[in-house]
């Protein structure tokens, strides 16, 4: 059914943007309807040296009906957000229920599957990347690491300025080999690399908040929007 193909994909987004100080909440369309509300809250750490952010990922009552998503992620990365140290995600959708967790440390990555992978440098996931983009204040093309579950990507970021306030990000993945840890995963992840995938992200760059994002799966468009601060 094209509809359960699909509609997870906005979690792609929503869990995808992140907030400075304070929560903030996003409203995900496919074909112009509205499916799934994302909220965006940084989360206290006991460390100074560390920032953690949770995504709630939920559809609304009208979806739900049709495929019901109650996912949670978080991801923890270094002040500078030049690296993530942990990531976790808890889901529940239809027809999966999963706990996973990754440790980056320097020498090793260690999932919780019990796999431990030796990193060739500091990475980020899909996550902390989009999180790192938002201190950037200089439109520039670079390529970073990326691992999405035991599979790694480079990832090049393509700048675009929208006027003079916004600045649009294009994300395209280059295979970089590993093997995925999980048998099966959720399906915003799944899709995640997908090479007829086209990911956008815009940010207001006074605010350096994500305030649009659109995932293209030809011919599907996927769309998130800022709906305020909360």
Not at 28 to 57: C, K, M, N, W
Not at 172 to 189: I, K, Q, R, W
Not at 204 to 229: C, E, M, Q
Request: proline share 7%; aromatic share 12%; charged share 25%.
């Amino acid at each position: 059914m094209m509809i359960k193909q699909y509609f997870l994909i906005p979690a792609f987004f929503f869990v995808l943007i992140p907030c400075n100080l304070w929560g903030q909440d996003y409203e995900v369309s496919f074909l112009g309807i509205p499916v799934v509300h994302v909220h965006i809250q940084p989360i206290p750490d006991e460390d100074p040296t560390r920032i953690t952010y949770e995504y709630t990922a939920r559809t609304n009552r009208f979806f739900s009906t049709i495929y019901r998503v109650n996912n949670r992620y978080r991801v923890t990365m270094d002040t500078s957000m030049s690296r993530i140290v942990f990531y976790e995600k808890e889901i529940s959708q239809k027809n999966l229920q999963q706990s996973f967790s990754t440790l980056y440390n320097p020498e090793k990555i260690i999932y919780s599957t019990g796999e431990e992978r030796i990193p060739e440098k500091n990475c980020h996931t899909m996550l902390s990347l989009i999180l790192a983009l938002t201190r950037i204040s200089i439109p520039r093309e670079f390529r970073v690491p990326v691992d999405i579950e035991g599979e790694y990507y480079e990832a090049l970021m393509v700048p675009r300025e929208k006027g003079r306030d916004i600045l649009e990000w294009e994300i395209l993945l280059f295979p970089e080999g590993g093997s995925p840890v999980l048998a099966e995963t959720d399906l915003f992840t799944s899709r995640l690399a997908d090479p007829e995938a086209k990911s956008f992200i815009s940010i207001d760059k006074s605010s350096g908040r994500i305030v649009f994002a659109r995932f293209t799966l030809s011919p599907h468009t996927l769309t998130a929007r800022l709906l305020g601060d909360s």
